[in-house]
């Protein structure tokens, strides 16, 4: 059976994934909507698409739409998911979900009441490197995980851009930050914000925050900044563990470095994962996190994912394709839901409402 698709918002990022959603098997781009007509004509024309509206309304109730894709600027998300949802629509949309953990909370009633399924695009559950960290922490081999550093310097924008605009994006922590909650509250659990400041601009944007997160065993620190030259942007985060630590690069990352002391049943486990390793051996035991250790070699690895526009093509595909697994079968359990969509809104909200508490 096919699933039909509808997408709100066809500028860049919209026409990007309509073009990954397009080589899904059992999958059909029905509709598009979008307030720019020339856009809208173009795309239609390009991809061949039947139903095309200059009114989002119409197309999150239109009969020809199963699933409603939602690519628009954030404050448009939860009253467009709201409305698909009421219609008895599927919605799957961009991060974040809401502005407010209250809309938020919203859409994930009208979910439950409708029976639309209710996804969230957080592609980085979906790539190489994020599921390996997964695996390699689930693992033990590299001890108990102790702390978590998360740096993001991007590529500054144009004053006036909406962007800095809170009642449009939300602002960085809830507009960008709600990704990278996300991912490690999957590899810790559930966070709570400890500390959080802004730096403001002098026309008052706010363009860089640092935020600090207890997790149950591990503390973590994440850091945004909007102010780099776009040539020279970059990202990495750097987990530390009691007998190893990861290292990745770029905000999708293309690479994975990890370095750490085990025993034979750890290098088992991380062979399994990553075939091309450097293992030697070491002297052990080691005293690691106050705790005499057991160890009988050390191993290294450099992992290369690939290039970023490939992955980042595969993560959009692999999104869509377990959100619709889900809605073609209620047993499915998707690899993340509107429920982490709306956990990710709460950490940055409560990041946004201390650093204006204390700054």
């Not at 190893?244 to 034979?264: A, K, M, N, S, Y």
């Not at 692999?318 to 809104?345: E, I, K, N, Q, S």
Request: one cysteine or more; proline letters at 4%; charged letters at 20%.
């Amino acid at each position: 059976m096919t699933t039909r698709i509808g997408i709100i918002g066809v500028g860049g990022f919209g026409v990007f994934c309509l073009e990954q959603y397009r080589k899904l098997p059992d999958v059909r781009v029905t509709a598009i909507a979008d307030i720019n007509a020339a856009r809208l004509a173009q795309v239609a024309a390009d991809y061949d698409i039947p139903v095309t509206t200059s009114d989002w309304r119409a197309l999150a109730t239109h009969s020809e739409v199963d699933v409603v894709y939602i690519a628009t600027p954030p404050f448009l998300h939860a009253e467009q998911a709201l409305a698909a949802l009421q219609a008895g629509k599927h919605v799957f949309c961009d991060k974040p979900l809401a502005l407010t953990t209250a809309d938020a909370d919203a859409l994930l009633a009208a979910s439950a009441q409708h029976g639309g399924r209710l996804g969230i695009n957080f592609v980085m559950r979906y790539t190489r490197v994020y599921t390996l960290i997964h695996d390699l922490l689930r693992s033990g081999a590299l001890g108990e995980p102790l702390y978590c550093s998360f740096l993001n310097a991007a590529g500054d924008l144009p004053a006036g851009h909406w962007f800095w605009d809170p009642a449009l994006s939300g602002g960085i922590p809830i507009e960008h930050g709600v990704h990278f909650f996300d991912i490690f509250g999957a590899f810790f659990g559930p966070g709570v914000v400890r500390c959080a400041a802004v730096d403001r601009r002098a026309d008052g944007a706010e363009d860089q925050w640092s935020i600090g997160v207890d997790y149950a065993k591990v503390h973590g620190q994440f850091y945004h900044g909007f102010v780099k030259a776009s040539v020279l942007e970059h990202t990495w985060a750097v987990i530390e563990c009691a007998r190893g630590h990861l290292i990745l690069q770029d905000w999708l990352p293309t690479r994975l470095d990890f370095d750490c002391l085990t025993d034979l049943d750890g290098v088992t486990a991380i062979t399994k994962l990553v075939p091309e390793v450097h293992v030697e051996p070491a002297e052990g035991p080691v005293l690691a996190h106050g705790q005499t250790a057991a160890v009988t070699h050390q191993v290294q690895a450099a992992v290369v994912a690939g290039e970023k526009q490939v992955l980042y093509a595969q993560a959009v595909r692999d999104a869509m394709a377990d959100f619709l697994a889900w809605t073609r079968d209620p047993a499915h359990t998707p690899r993340v839901t509107g429920r982490d969509a709306r956990d990710a809104v709460a950490m940055a909200e409560a990041a946004v409402e201390l650093a204006h508490r204390t700054g």
